[in-house]
């Protein structure tokens, strides 16, 4: 299993993002996942998160801006990002408890995706 990110690219500040998160290989669905991100020179940090009842948690600098749903018919879960700005510019990963077996989970990380805003 391997999840794959997608969406990211260059947009100017005010303007919005979708990222998408999806594991290939087989597998029985996504338990909790989140998006993370890591500037350049920064520590990775913790972007949201969704668990697997949809309960949803930001960081203060996203909230009311970024959005993390998910979509458990296409295993995938995604991050609305709106009225961008300069200092969101990172490379986004996703971390998802995919559900590997009947009664097994492990934890995977994406190799992330580069979202940069110009101002």
């Known amino acids: 299993v391997q999840l794959v990110e997608s969406g990211g690219g260059l947009v100017q500040a005010g303007t919005s993002l979708r990222l998408s998160c999806a594991p290939s290989g087989r597998h029985y669905g996504i338990n909790s996942a989140a998006w993370y991100r890591q500037a350049p020179g920064k520590e990775r940090e913790l972007v949201a998160s969704i668990t697997w009842d949809g309960i949803t948690n930001y960081a203060v600098s996203v909230q009311g801006r970024f959005t993390i749903s998910r979509d458990n018919a296409k295993n995938t879960v995604y991050l609305q990002m709106n009225s961008l700005k300069p200092e969101d510019t990172a490379r986004y990963y996703c971390?998802?408890?995919?559900?590997?077996?009947?009664?097994?989970?492990?934890?995977?990380w994406g190799k992330g995706t580069l979202v940069t805003v110009s101002s």
């Open positions: 971390n998802a408890n995919v559900q590997i077996l009947i009664n097994g989970a492990m934890d995977y």
